[in-house]
C-alpha cells in the first residue's frame, strides 16, 4: 500500500462513526421505510451497525490484499439483504441509502484531501475514484444478486405453501383422507393437484381418499377431466378414491365427454360419503 493510501485508510476509519453520524442525518420521514429518520432505536442501531460495516468494506478496497474487501463485502451483502428482505424494504431504497453512504464519504475524502498538510497528486485523486467507485459498484451488484436469490427463495416457499393449503389431504380414520378443494381451480391448480395428491397420499399411507367438490366455486370439464385423471393415478396405487359435491351437470357433461365416473363412489355431501363408509361423526347436537 502506498503512504497516502495509508493515511485516507486510517483516516476514513477513524472517522467512520462521523460518516454514518452525516449519512443518518440526511434522511426524511418515510412512512414505513426502515430509513425513516423517525424509525424505533432498536432499526437505527441496526442502521449504524450495518453502515459502519458498509465503511469498513469500502475502505478496504485501498489494501494492497484484495482478499480482505472480498471477504468483508460477502458478509455486507448477505447482512443487509437478509435484513431487508425481512422488513420487506423495497431494493430501490437500499440502493438509494447506499449512494447517500457514497456521497458522504466522498465529502470526509474531499475534507481529507483539501487540508493543508495534504498535498495529493492528481494521479493519486483519479485512482482513489477509480478504487472506491468500483467498490461502491460492486457492493451495489453483489446486494442485488444476494437480495434476488432470498426473495426467489422466499417466493418458492410461499408457493409451496399455497400448493399446500390449495390441496391438503387430511388423514381423518384408518388410512382414510380427506381432500377438500375450495375455491377456483384454474389449469395450473389442477396440474398441481394432479401432481402432488398422489405422493401425499403415499406418504401419508393413504388407501381410501375422499375428494370433496362441494367448495369448488367453478367446476368446469377441465377441471372434471383433471379430478378424473388424479382418480386413475391413485386407483393405479391401490388408492380407492370417492367423490362429493359434484354437480349432477357436471356429472353428465364429463360422461358424455368419455369421463366415465360410473366406477367411482359419488355422492351428494362430504358428510353423506363418510357416514356411508363406516366413519361415525359426532353429532352438533351431543
Not at 472517522?15 to 437505527?44: F, N
Not at 369448488?216 to 385423471?229: G, P
Request: proline share 2%.
Amino acid at each position: 500500500m502506498e503512504k497516502v493510501d495509508g493515511i485516507l485508510y486510517r483516516y476514513i476509519l477513524d472517522h467512520s462513526s462521523m460518516i454514518t453520524e452525516k449519512w443518518l442525518a440526511l434522511r426524511e420521514k418515510q412512512v414505513g421505510s426502515i430509513y425513516s429518520v423517525d424509525t424505533d432505536a432498536e432499526v437505527e442501531k441496526l442502521l449504524r451497525k450495518q453502515n459502519t460495516l458498509t465503511i469498513k468494506t469500502v475502505t478496504s478496497a485501498l489494501l494492497e490484499d484484495k482478499s480482505s474487501f472480498i471477504e468483508n463485502m460477502e458478509q455486507w451483502a448477505t447482512m443487509v439483504a437478509k435484513s431487508r428482505v425481512e422488513s420487506d424494504t423495497p431494493i430501490y431504497e437500499v440502493l438509494e441509502a447506499l449512494n447517500k453512504v457514497r456521497e458522504t464519504y466522498w465529502d470526509f475524502i474531499t475534507d481529507h484531501m483539501l487540508k493543508d498538510d495534504n498535498e495529493i497528486a492528481k494521479d493519486t485523486i483519479i485512482r482513489w475514484s477509480r478504487v472506491i467507485n468500483q467498490a461502491f459498484d460492486q457492493l451495489n451488484r453483489e446486494f442485488t444478486e444476494q437480495y434476488y436469490l432470498l426473495t426467489q427463495k422466499r417466493l418458492h416457499a410461499q408457493l409451496d405453501l399455497i400448493t399446500e393449503l390449495g390441496s391438503p389431504v387430511i388423514p381423518i380414520v384408518d388410512a382414510m383422507a380427506v381432500l377438500p378443494l375450495i375455491g377456483e381451480i384454474d389449469t395450473y391448480r389442477a396440474k398441481e393437484i394432479v401432481e402432488t395428491t398422489p405422493s401425499k397420499c403415499i406418504s401419508k399411507n393413504i388407501s381410501h381418499l375422499f375428494i370433496d367438490l362441494s367448495g369448488v366455486t367453478l367446476l368446469d370439464t377441465m377441471v372434471a377431466h383433471q379430478v378424473f385423471e388424479l382418480i386413475r393415478t391413485l386407483k393405479l396405487l391401490g388408492i380407492q378414491s370417492t367423490i362429493s359435491g359434484i354437480r349432477p351437470e357436471v356429472a353428465q357433461t364429463s360422461i358424455q365427454l368419455g369421463l366415465d365416473f360410473s366406477q367411482v363412489l359419488t355422492y351428494s355431501t362430504l358428510k353423506q360419503a363418510l357416514t356411508k363408509q363406516g366413519v361415525k361423526l359426532t353429532s352438533e347436537n351431543k
